[in-house]
């Protein structure tokens, strides 16, 4: 079965560009979380998505938006791209219930120059 | 904001050695999960532990819980090469009852194994 997959890996944007960052969870899962990672720290939650509704938000500005499709796919957009914005972007999936664990994807580099 | 601290910050030692990395939080918990990163990509879950847990094994890892003390703690034991990486503890305090929701994850361990 394929995991979380995370596309594109890399990307190079310009400040004041919009990202957007796309994510297909595991087969059955339901919920979608994304997660930021500035180099050397813990990465840090965005959103939660489950059955194409927001349950969750974290500290981050209104340029952060995400949405979640009949598929259960995702997708994160990021405008006016700020040079802080630079990080690795995580994606999870995991099934809808209390105390399960949360698989990753492989990321995404953003780099914003 | 990180929800807590990993200690030590970096950790090196010899093959076959054990590797303890420890955890503090600061808010009530539902669960915690340690989760592996090697060289800045995906995470890998490894073991949950529940807060009415104090214990528990996954092959060559031991977790330990202390919810009065707000700690955890990871412990491999044997250590190989292949278990270079980062480890990050991850504290799910639920946002809707009955849902997996959004983990705090700690500032993490950088473990080095040499040969």
């Known amino acids: 079965d394929a995991g979380v997959t995370q596309s594109p890996t890399h990307l190079i944007k310009t400040r004041g560009q919009q990202v957007t960052l796309r994510c297909s969870p595991i087969s059955g899962h339901k919920s979608v979380s994304w997660y930021q990672q500035v180099l050397g720290q813990g990465p840090q939650f965005i959103f939660q998505y489950y059955e194409k509704e927001e349950r969750g938000r974290g500290n981050f500005p209104d340029r952060f938006s995400a949405r979640q499709f009949p598929n259960y796919s995702s997708e994160l957009n990021v405008n006016a791209l700020l040079l802080g914005d630079s990080a690795l972007y995580l994606c999870?999936?995991?099934?809808?219930?209390?105390?399960?664990?949360?698989?990753f994807g492989q990321g995404t580099r953003l780099t914003v120059v | 904001s990180q929800q807590g601290e990993e200690d030590p910050q970096a950790l090196s030692i010899q093959e076959g050695e054990n590797a303890t990395m420890n955890c503090s939080y600061k808010?009530?918990?539902?669960?915690l999960q340690w989760y592996r990163q090697n060289s800045g990509r995906g995470l890998v879950h490894l073991i949950l532990i529940r807060s009415n847990e104090r214990e528990k094994h996954s092959g060559r890892l031991r977790v330990t819980l202390d919810t009065s003390k707000k700690s955890s703690s990871l412990l491999i034991t044997a250590s190989r090469a292949a278990d270079t990486a980062s480890y990050f503890c991850a504290t799910d305090a639920a946002i809707n009852t009955g849902t997996a929701s959004k983990l705090t994850f700690g500032t993490g361990t950088r473990l080095q194994v040499t040969l």
């Open positions: 808010t009530s918990i539902n669960n």
């Open positions: 999870a999936s995991s099934l809808w219930r209390e105390d399960t664990e949360a698989f």
